[in-house]
């Protein structure tokens, strides 16, 4: 849960600090030559920065088919492999799709999610342009191993505390 809940602050967070407007102007491929999207992605990628346990953050949008597509595609410094604006998202999870239909307040994802990218914990919350108008999505995502390794810590410290209580 203290996973869940600090990946959806960082979603929210990062919701209210993008430029909606200045993400609107992001439309295809080409636009990835631009100030504004040079400026959006090191935004993201200093989002990324902020905590070493997160791999990635992205930002999305539907499409008029109903297709979700990557817009910024922020990750690890070491990491320098991304996807081009308009990347249709191939296997996103129910939820998200249900989800980008009526997007009111932040989410995270209740079970860890595999696609093409990797097993992740993502939390995801939308951002808004001037007008008010919904922009899109931001995505945070956490690795299922990173998960799964915070989660053995604590049960380890649990059954260590009762076994020296035990005693």
Request: no cysteine; proline share 4%; net charge negative.
């Amino acid at each position: 849960e203290d996973i869940r809940q600090r990946l959806l602050n960082i979603a929210s967070i990062t919701a209210t600090q993008l430029d909606g407007d200045l993400h609107a102007t992001l439309q295809t491929p080409e636009d990835m030559q631009t100030e504004a999207y040079r400026q959006m992605m090191a935004e993201g990628d200093e989002i990324v920065a902020t905590d070493p346990t997160l791999t990635y953050a992205y930002t999305m949008r539907m499409n008029d088919q109903g297709q979700i597509y990557f817009v910024i595609d922020s990750r690890q410094a070491n990491d320098t492999e991304r996807v081009d604006v308009g990347t249709v998202y191939e296997e996103p999870s129910e939820t998200l799709l249900s989800y980008f239909k009526t997007p009111d307040r932040p989410f995270v994802e209740k079970e860890i999610v595999t696609d093409e990218y990797g097993s992740f914990l993502s939390a995801y919350a939308p951002f808004y342009r001037a007008d008010g108008s919904l922009e899109g999505l931001v995505g945070v995502d956490i690795a299922a191993d990173k998960v799964l390794a915070q989660e053995r810590e604590v049960l380890n410290l649990i059954l260590g505390t009762t076994l020296v209580t035990m005693f």
